[in-house]
């Protein structure tokens, strides 16, 4: 809880000052550094998602490096992320886009999923 004080008045201070955050991207962040985007604005680091270590976190790096995800499935396959930690990215945006699964349904194909 006292890490999570520290970092929530070191973020106030840098908001006051007039710095922004962007999200995190899942091809474009590193694991444990935070970068500054083109323009000047701050993208965290996987690891400042609640829950998710620096090995995960590097794992995700290098499988994002690797190719591009096709779905939700594949992400945890491999980068062995678990469920809570795939639902909380969920929730953060930054896995817009994933299906949940690789399957397609005759919707798909129709037009209609």
């Known amino acids: 809880d006292k890490d999570s ?3 929530m008045r070191l973020v106030e ?3 006051a000052r007039g710095i922004e955050f962007t999200k995190i991207d899942l091809y474009k962040s590193k694991a444990t550094a935070f ?3 083109e323009d000047g604005r701050i993208m965290p680091a996987f690891v400042a998602i609640d829950g998710l ?3 995960n976190a590097i ?3 290098d499988a994002a490096r690797r190719g591009v995800f096709t779905s939700k499935e594949d992400f945890r396959q491999r980068t062995k992320t678990s469920k ?3 639902d909380k990215m969920t929730e953060l945006h930054i896995l817009e886009g994933l299906p949940d699964s ?3 349904s005759i919707f ?3 037009g209609k999923g």
């Open 5 to 7: 004080l520290r970092d």
């Open 13 to 15: 201070e840098m908001y």
């Open 35 to 37: 970068q500054v985007t």
């Open 53 to 55: 270590g620096d090995t």
């Open 59 to 61: 794992q995700i790096e």
């Open 84 to 86: 809570t930690t795939i």
């Open 102 to 104: 690789n399957q397609i």
């Open 108 to 110: 798909d194909l129709l």
